[in-house]
């Protein structure tokens, strides 16, 4: 199994960033479906948890096939999919990913969303006698973007926030 924990310093308030997420997940959503392919949302209803109350629980499924290349669509099944499932206790969120013709593999997600710039250590609770999670510190605003990803509508440097009428 691997751990790793990423520690991400946001030019963001929790509750920004919170907003920000919401739209940027049904832009990319909308973006991708096209012709069956796409993000098809299965479930999307509320759950409580005993230990982080109130949530959000959703099921999808994103469909992949004509993003494979030629040479993978001839050995992959014609219907392929990840399943994403998701439990939002924001600003505690867990999510799985699970690939329809791969059952064994999954990925597991937990994260938590704090007003710091990523100083709280073992944000997890994870016990001493478990292997240590590497830890992977990132900066948004900073780090390189490869230039095929670039946009400048996107560049978080030039961003200025209308509502709190700063710079970034």
């Known amino acids: 199994m691997l751990l790793k924990e990423y520690r991400i310093c946001m030019p963001l308030s ?16 909308h973006e991708e479906s096209d012709k069956g392919e796409g993000v098809e949302v299965v479930r999307n209803e509320p759950h409580v948890d005993p230990v982080h109350g109130e949530g959000q629980f959703t099921e999808k499924r ?3 096939s004509s993003k494979l290349p030629s040479w993978a669509r001839a050995v992959v099944p014609r ?17 799985e990913y699970t690939c329809s013709f791969l059952p064994k593999f999954s990925i597991h997600i937990e994260t938590k969303y704090e007003d710091n710039c990523g100083i709280n250590e073992n ?4 016990e001493k006698n478990n292997c240590d999670p590497e830890v992977c510190f990132l900066d948004i605003a900073f780090d390189d973007i490869p230039e095929r990803h670039y946009r400048s509508s996107e560049d978080l440097r030039c961003f200025s926030s209308q509502k709190q009428g700063g710079d970034p």
């Not at 919170?18 to 990319?28: A, C, F, N």
């Not at 944000?123 to 994870?126: A, C, E, S």
Request: no cysteine; glycine share 2%.
């Open 14 to 29: 929790v509750e920004e960033y919170r907003i920000g997420q919401l739209y940027t997940i049904s832009k990319h959503s």
């Open 62 to 64: 994103v469909h992949l």
């Open 79 to 95: 219907i392929f999919y990840i399943t994403e499932k998701a439990w939002n206790y924001y600003p505690y969120t867990i999510t």
């Open 123 to 126: 944000i997890f609770n994870i």
